[in-house]
């Protein structure tokens, strides 16, 4: 099984509006874990300004919002 994270945080605009999008692509066999990189310093150091940031098996996304870009990368 594929793993998905999105680092995001509460009140994050951007993020609410990935998560949201991704809940309406078929995930399949892709599991989805989302961690708050505000509960976390190493997190937060990493990734705190360019939030949201999604990762699949470690590669990440350089994309936008898109419905279609997200779900050919999920692929």
Same mark, same amino acid.
């Given at each position: ?15 609410? =509006? ?12 892709? =599991? ?5 990189? *505000?509960?976390?310093?190493? @997190? @937060? =150091? ?15 996304? =350089?994309?936008?919002?898109? *419905?279609?870009?997200? *779900?050919?990368?999920?692929?």
């Amino acid at each position: 099984m594929k793993k998905l994270r999105l680092y995001s945080t509460s009140h994050c605009t951007l993020c609410e =509006q990935l998560l949201e999008t991704l809940m309406q692509l078929p995930l399949g066999h892709v =599991q989805l874990e989302v961690l708050d990189v *505000a509960e976390d310093d190493n @997190l @937060l =150091q990493r990734y705190g300004e360019r939030i949201p940031v999604l990762t699949l098996d470690g590669v990440e996304y =350089q994309g936008g919002v898109d *419905a279609r870009e997200l *779900a050919e990368f999920l692929s």
